[in-house]
């Protein structure tokens, strides 16, 4: 079975500066998809990044990039120049093809400090 | 801009009662997810349908949940009857077909069952 673990339950940043959230999966698929969500206090969950498999390159997406280690099943995100409005609940999510339902870890909190 | 909509935000219910939750899909999204979400934990996936058909409902506790979605539209799950442990954030998501398609998140509903 597929698993998504985040083992960082919460971290921290000042504005400005960058913070990297980790994630580890398992999966015996060699085609799939990963992604982070951002799920800010009383708001629903939005993508923020996606990454397909089986395209090498790391995605990026204006101040959120991963770094997509695919033999080392891990995937993590960094987010550059720290803004207040990313504090929120950060979930790295898996998908083993498009249409099935998302597989979640249990979440990072970040919070940003000025 | 077309979002996903739940309703009610908030339920609270006695131990034994009936409840339900609607969600509103994206207009044109074929498929349709629930999600339960306990506090600090990530979504975990309840039920998945492709138009009015259930594809996905292995973790469903069907002696007590219930999901429907007559005319591919809209959506209702029911729980009957409530446990304590039930009490979670229910979420409710979207997306169309053909090739990878984004997954839209509803605001959820925060259910509390005492």
């Known amino acids: 079975a597929q698993t998504v673990t985040q083992s960082q339950p919460e971290m921290s940043v000042q504005e400005a500066e960058t913070v990297t959230l980790s994630c580890t999966y398992d999966?015996?698929?060699?085609?799939?998809?990963l992604f982070w969500y951002k799920q800010p206090p009383s708001r629903q969950m939005i993508l923020v990044i996606r990454?397909?498999?089986?395209?090498?390159q790391n995605a990026t997406e204006n101040r959120f990039s991963v770094n997509f280690q695919k033999a080392a099943k891990s995937f993590s995100l960094k987010i550059s120049d720290s803004q207040l409005g990313d504090a929120a609940m950060y979930f790295c999510a898996y998908s083993y093809q498009a249409g099935t339902a998302l597989i979640f870890g249990k979440g990072t909190t970040l919070s940003v400090s000025s | 801009e077309a979002e996903v909509a739940q309703s009610p935000r908030y339920k609270i219910t006695e131990k034994s009662q009936a409840v339900a939750f609607w969600c509103d899909p994206i207009?044109?999204?074929?498929?349709l997810y629930w999600y339960r979400q306990i506090l600090g934990q990530g979504p975990e996936l309840l039920v998945q349908f492709q138009d009015e058909s259930v594809v996905d409902d292995s973790q469903l506790p069907k002696d007590r949940f219930s999901a429907e979605r007559l005319k591919g539209v809209d959506s209702t799950l029911k729980i009957q009857p409530a446990e304590l442990g039930d009490s979670a954030m229910y979420l409710c998501?979207?997306?169309?077909?053909?090739?990878?398609?984004?997954?839209?998140f509803g605001q959820g509903t925060r259910l509390t069952v005492v």
């Open positions: 999966t015996s698929e060699s085609d799939y998809y």
């Open positions: 990454q397909e498999a089986y395209k090498q």
């Open positions: 207009s044109g999204h074929a498929t």
């Open positions: 998501a979207s997306s169309g077909t053909g090739g990878y398609s984004e997954a839209f």
